[in-house]
T-cell receptor, first 115, second 113 residues
Framework: AQTVTQSQPEMSVQEAETVTLSCTYD???????LFWYKQPPSRQMILVIR??????QNATENRFSVNFQKAAKSFSLKISDSQLGDAAMYFC????????????FGAGTILRVKS | KAGVTQTPRYLIKTRGQQVTLSCSPI?????VSWYQQTPGQGLQFLFE???????NKGNFPGRFSGRQFSNSRSEMNVSTLELGDSALYLC????????????FGPGTRLLVL
């Protein structure tokens, strides 16, 4: 079974500083995809970044980057130059090619940004 | 392109009633997935439809059902509502295959009294 674990229920960061959110996963598949989604108070789920398991290079989207450690089944999200608008719940998610479009989510990490 | 739309946005029902939620995917997207989000259980996959066929199903009772129309719009139905069905129901669409990114709608917040 696929599982995703986010061990940090809540994190805080000072504006303009860097924060890393942790995620580990378990899967028996070799072809899979990992995602970070952001859910602000509006509850709209927004894609932050995506990583294909077959790619060794870590994905990057502007201030957001991941540290993908395939052997350790670890997928952390680094947010640089944190902004007030980054405050949200962040979900790590996994989907495997065998399971179609079924996303398995972690429990989420609330990120608070202090000014 | 317009994003994923869901209607209604808010809904209040009483126990025993049934409810139908609607989802319109991004134009060109053929896959629609549904998720339930609750404080206790988090985000859970309900089912996925592709080309009017249910392609994947989560571990929910048969009271939860869905369908997809030829224009890719999807509906989900919950019969005999229970208090525990109170949740945010999220719909997500993607182009087609398992390797595609899913894009979410704003959700329908259902309250069962």
């Amino acid at each position: 079974a696929q599982t995703v674990t986010q061990s940090q229920p809540e994190m805080s960061v000072q504006e303009a500083e860097t924060v890393t959110l942790s995620c580990t996963y378990d899967t028996s598949e070799s072809d899979y995809y990992l995602f970070w989604y952001k859910q602000p108070p509006s509850r709209q789920m927004i894609l932050v970044i995506r990583q294909e398991a077959y790619k060794q290079q870590n994905a990057t989207e502007n201030r957001f980057s991941v540290n993908f450690q395939k052997a350790a089944k670890s997928f952390s999200l680094k947010i640089s130059d944190s902004q007030l608008g980054d405050a949200a719940m962040y979900f790590c998610a996994h989907s495997g090619a065998l399971y179609g479009n079924k996303l398995v989510f972690g429990a989420g990490t609330i990120l608070r940004v202090k000014s | 392109k317009a994003g994923v739309t869901q209607t209604p946005r808010y809904l209040i029902k009483t126990r025993g009633q049934q409810v139908t939620l609607s989802c319109s995917p991004i134009s060109g997207h053929r896959s629609v997935s549904w998720y339930q989000q609750t404080p206790g259980q988090g985000l859970q996959f309900l089912f996925e439809y592709f080309s009017e066929t249910q392609r994947n199903k989560g571990n929910f009772p048969g009271r939860f059902s869905g369908r997809q129309f030829s224009n890719s719009r999807s509906e989900m139905n919950v019969s005999t509502l229970e208090l525990g069905d109170s949740a945010l129901y999220l719909c997500a669409s993607s182009l087609a295959g398992a390797r595609e990114t899913q894009y979410f709608g704003p959700g329908t917040r259902l309250l069962v009294l």
